[in-house]
């Protein structure tokens, strides 16, 4: 029998967290983001700091313009993630395939990310079969919540059935929500090839890639 409790569940973040940020899809994903600003009236001078205003208040770019320009989600979410190259970008990684068939706890994805956008990701993985579930930004739902927010987390833990915060793992390249997941109670883990620092009271375990999650966590492998 699993050593292991069946019912720990771990939480993958996945841009800049499951393939290198270094991918640079962020910066792509940018580049449209503003790109879409200046579609619907938004000046040279001041899309940049608009957006990057918007992604710092609300989590997300996106929540701004809804809020503020009243744009369609879906819209946004065709013309920015979903006009991506991702097949041409990201690969399949036969390393990270081995070592999440080899952790011995469930496996979900949770994303700031939309759901078609994060499944495509997934799959150019080629890792696609191995979670339960996905939770992810509806941006057509209104106020929908997003890390780090308390109620994206509760959402993730409702969405995957479990109740117990300390059954819970989790694996993020942003120290925002490392630092929510631990004052949650979570197990929370840093993918970042920067040394990042927390608040004194937060202890957590930090990796450069995703690759060396047994080394911080080695009783959750074989």
């Known amino acids: 029998m699993d050593s292991i409790q069946p019912k720990r569940i771990f939480f ?8 290198a940020p270094d991918l640079n899809i962020a910066r792509m994903m940018k580049q449209r983001i503003y790109a879409y600003g200046r579609k ?6 001041s899309v940049v700091k608009t957006c990057g ?18 744009i369609d989600p879906v819209e946004f979410d065709e013309q920015v993630d979903g006009s991506l190259p991702l097949e041409d970008i990201i690969k399949p990684d036969v390393e990270l395939r081995a070592m999440l068939k080899s952790i011995k706890t469930r496996r979900w994805a949770f994303t ?3 759901n078609n956008h994060a499944r495509r990701v997934l799959k150019c993985l080629g890792i696609a079969d191995l979670f339960e579930g996905i939770t992810y930004c509806d941006y057509s739902e209104p106020d929908f919540p997003c890390k780090p927010e308390r109620e ?15 059954l819970c793992y989790f694996a993020d390249d942003s120290a925002k929500n490392v630092e929510a997941a631990l004052n949650l109670g979570w197990t929370a883990v840093l993918v970042s090839p920067a040394i990042r620092t927390m ?10 890639s995703i690759h060396q ?9 074989n």
């Open 12 to 19: 993958f973040d996945i841009d800049n967290c499951l393939y």
């Open 199 to 208: 608040g004194a009271d937060k202890t957590h375990l930090q990796i450069q």
């Open 213 to 221: 999650l047994p080394t911080v966590l080695p009783q959750l492998f």
């Open 112 to 114: 700031n990310a939309g």
């Open 53 to 70: 205003s918007y992604y710092r208040n609300y989590g997300l770019s996106v929540r701004g313009l809804v809020m503020h320009h009243q």
């Open 40 to 45: 619907i009236g938004l000046d040279e001078a």
């Open 152 to 166: 994206a987390y509760d959402r993730a833990m409702c969405e995957a059935s479990v109740d117990d915060a300390q």
